[in-house]
């Protein structure tokens, strides 16, 4: 099986253009949309993406928490 790197050939393209594949594939992943066009294709490949979510999850409930301070505190 190729890995994500061989199969969409990151190592033949212009930085970037890896420089937006990479945030799209970040957008898509960490917004849970997942369009499935770019996807993860090795189990290494899967735990890094796994801990991308986890960073995203951890992000948006910090977010979250200081949205409802502000609420609360305007209140």
Same mark, same amino acid.
């Given at each position: 099986?190729?890995?994500?790197?061989?199969?969409?050939?990151?190592?033949?393209?212009?930085?970037?253009?890896? +420089?937006?594949?990479?945030?799209?594939? /970040?957008?898509?992943?960490?917004?849970?949309?997942?369009? %499935? @066009?770019?996807?993860?294709?090795?189990?290494?490949?899967?735990? +890094?993406?796994?801990?991308?979510?986890? /960073?995203?999850?951890?992000?948006?409930?910090?977010?979250? %928490? @200081?949205?409802?301070?502000?609420?609360?505190?305007?209140?």
């Amino acid at each position: 099986m190729d890995s994500f790197i061989e199969y969409y050939g990151i190592e033949d393209n212009s930085n970037n253009y890896n +420089i937006w594949l990479g945030m799209y594939y /970040m957008y898509t992943t960490l917004s849970t949309v997942g369009f %499935g @066009d770019l996807a993860p294709r090795s189990d290494p490949e899967r735990a +890094i993406c796994a801990v991308i979510l986890m /960073m995203g999850v951890s992000i948006f409930s910090i977010f979250l %928490g @200081d949205m409802t301070t502000i609420i609360d505190a305007y209140k």
